[in-house]
């Protein structure tokens, strides 16, 4: 059955400019709350990465030094001594590149940290985790 307008014209099924102009404003509205959730998803999931390769860095350089009685003297050594498989990534810097810090009266590395000098979302600079 074919509809007819109120002018006798026949009108073709569809939807009407005011109720497309609706529906991309409700679209608009929801894409717009939902932007921030995301991008702080991803900011937590970063920041998940990075603790995780810390923690492993930090054990590799660990069970070396209790293995061989020395720090390492980089990172690399901790590949070549089969510890690691490979230097991770900083997920913040998106770089194979940590911070050291050395042991002092030895020769070697005790520490790693982010080069980052961004904030976290606990309000702690990456570079201080």
């Known amino acids: 059955m074919?509809?007819?307008s109120r002018t006798g014209r026949r009108g073709e099924a569809g939807f009407t400019l005011m109720e497309l102009v609706v529906v991309l404003f409700i679209v608009a509205l929801l894409a717009a709350l939902a932007i921030p959730s995301v991008s702080?998803?991803?900011v937590?999931?970063?920041e998940a990465a990075l603790q995780q390769n810390l923690v492993v860095m930090r054990k590799a350089i660990d069970d070396y030094r209790a293995d061989r009685a020395e720090w390492p003297a980089d990172l690399s050594a901790l590949v070549?001594?089969?510890y690691?498989?490979?230097v991770p990534e900083d997920p913040v810097t998106d770089e194979p590149v940590w911070a050291v810090t050395d042991s002092g009266e030895e020769s070697?590395?005790?520490d790693v940290h982010s080069m980052s000098s961004e904030i976290g979302l606990n309000g702690i600079a990456y570079s201080q985790w």
């Open 2 to 4: 074919v509809r007819q």
């Open 40 to 42: 702080r998803s991803l």
């Open 108 to 110: 070697g590395i005790t």
């Open 80 to 82: 070549e001594a089969r």
């Open 84 to 86: 690691i498989n490979a």
């Open 44 to 46: 937590r999931a970063e």
